[in-house]
């Protein structure tokens, strides 16, 4: 049987690397979207091409319609896998337009782009959905969390978007009859997330602490709540979701929330650091119990006009339904980090 075809957007994100990668080990032809303006000497096409040689390079900008469906005519995949958007909370807030368009229309222009390439028969699509859809303000099931039937109450300019195409890829389904899943997923980080995201930003700093690189961690809200798995896992369940003879919207969660604060201290404690907090709101800090220096301060410019207090899925359906597991647990998730960062830092 010839090897199946997939084309990820955003393949240059956290998520698009796991995935490419998980792809090409199944023996797919794995071609990855870029943004149009990235010439073959731009450092992150650059970095595409090195660290993931087996992805064939698409340049398409999420709002050239004309380029996505030249690259639906072109490649004919199998499988999509809608990955690209604006995906930081705090910065959409900055830049709601921008986000609207990418992050939400852009669904639509990548759903449009199957259909004028004659493809919504036989083109399987996953659209990258998120837990920021709930909001944490409806947060009524305690002990199971948020699953598919749950209420949404997005609280950032990206949720709503997000939540366009949540609905806009249900509607296609609905429609067409195209086999159109979304994938509900909670937070899910690693080696390759961003700096800009916390945890990842609190693993680098702590790496950087412990070899006397960085003084102090600056962050915003310690209290929020999220459910954090390994992004690692999550792509097979994306994968996962596509293989069901029917589409669908599924959560995949750990079932498990955790403070910043928590994170923060267990990163910590992996170099060997214990912290005493002191102090409230703005004027918290952490100060390493053995040296006496303040480790940790509050920076208010971290805080968002919303904020999502609590995440917590419940992923009963895709562990049942498509047989779902996860290998890395909370501790683990930090571990892994903090050990990627202080080997990268040395
Ligand atoms: N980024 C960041 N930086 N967040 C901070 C900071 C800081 O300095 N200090 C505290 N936080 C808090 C945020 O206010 C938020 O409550 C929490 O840490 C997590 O923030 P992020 O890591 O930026 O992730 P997120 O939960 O807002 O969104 C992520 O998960 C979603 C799934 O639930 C992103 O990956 C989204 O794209 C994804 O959809």
Request: a negative charge; charged letters at 25%.
């Amino acid at each position: 049987m010839a090897a199946k075809t997939a084309l990820i957007t955003g393949v240059a994100g956290q998520d698009g690397g796991h995935l490419a990668k998980l792809l090409h080990e199944k023996g797919y032809e794995v071609y990855g979207t870029l943004r149009g303006q990235l010439e073959a000497s731009h450092p992150r096409y650059q970095a595409v091409k090195t660290e993931m040689p087996y992805v064939n390079i698409v340049l398409a900008d999420m709002m050239d319609i004309a380029a996505l469906t030249r690259a639906m005519q072109e490649i004919k995949p199998d499988e999509v896998y809608n990955l690209a958007a604006i995906s930081h909370v705090g910065y959409s807030f900055r830049d709601p337009i921008l986000t609207a368009d990418l992050t939400g229309k852009g669904v639509l222009n990548v759903l449009e782009a199957v259909r004028l390439a004659g493809l919504e028969k036989t083109t399987r699509f996953y659209q990258a959905s998120t837990s920021e859809m709930f909001g944490g303000l409806d947060y009524n099931r305690p002990g199971s969390g948020y699953d598919e039937e749950s209420l949404f109450h997005p609280r950032s300019p990206y949720g709503v978007a997000k939540l366009y195409g949540h609905w806009i890829t249900k509607n296609y389904r609905e429609s067409y009859g195209m086999h159109a899943s979304c994938g509900i997923l909670f937070n899910h980080e690693g080696e390759r997330r961003g700096p800009e995201f916390v945890t990842r930003k609190i693993s680098k700093a702590v790496a950087r602490i412990k070899l006397g690189k960085q003084d102090v961690l600056e962050l915003g809200n310690l209290d929020s709540k999220r459910d954090w798995g390994y992004a690692g896992d999550y792509v097979e369940g994306m994968w996962r979701i596509l293989q069901q003879d029917e589409p669908g919207d599924y959560v995949l969660a750990t079932g498990e929330t955790h403070t910043i604060r928590e994170f923060v201290e267990l990163a910590f404690k992996q170099v060997g650091i214990e912290l005493r907090w002191d102090g409230t709101g703005e004027s918290e800090t952490a100060t390493d119990v053995a040296s006496g220096n303040v480790v940790l301060r509050i920076n208010p410019e971290f805080y968002r006009p919303a904020e999502v207090d609590i995440l917590l899925g419940d992923p009963a359906k895709a562990e049942t339904k498509l047989g779902w597991e996860r290998k890395v647990d909370f501790p683990g998730l930090v571990k892994l980090m903090v050990e990627h960062d202080l080997a990268e830092e040395a």
